[in-house]
């Protein structure tokens, strides 16, 4: 197993897991529950945390969710199509490919 992506925004580790799990890689996410009721004092260590079952998935999966490291994150937003929520860097929903509203 290789951790490929970490961020406190749990929305954000799940569209993670839906883009690398889009192009068939296995995963797993740690740490998903951890975060509740900790508070302002979780660090790092209780941040949810996006993990390939295989290493040699690890390149491919870092690259499918570079749009997220490379970008400000911002407000998620929620599709008009699915109602599902997508981080802000995506520019159509992870879901059901419909465009971010205006
Ligand atoms: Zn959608």
């Known amino acids: 197993m290789k951790l490929v992506y970490t961020n406190p925004n749990h929305v954000l580790v ?28 979780s660090g790092i260590d209780t941040w949810p945390e996006l993990w390939v079952l295989n290493d040699d998935d690890c390149d491919k999966a870092k690259q499918q969710v570079k749009p997220l490291m490379t970008v400000d994150p911002g407000p998620e937003w929620f599709c008009d199509e699915c109602e599902e929520s997508n981080a802000a860097a995506f520019h159509s929903c992870w879901s059901c490919q419909t465009d971010k509203p205006k």
């Open 14 to 41: 799940e569209n993670a897991k839906n883009l690398v799990e889009a192009i068939g890689i296995s995963t797993r996410i740690k740490n998903e529950y951890l975060s509740a009721g900790i508070g302002e004092l």
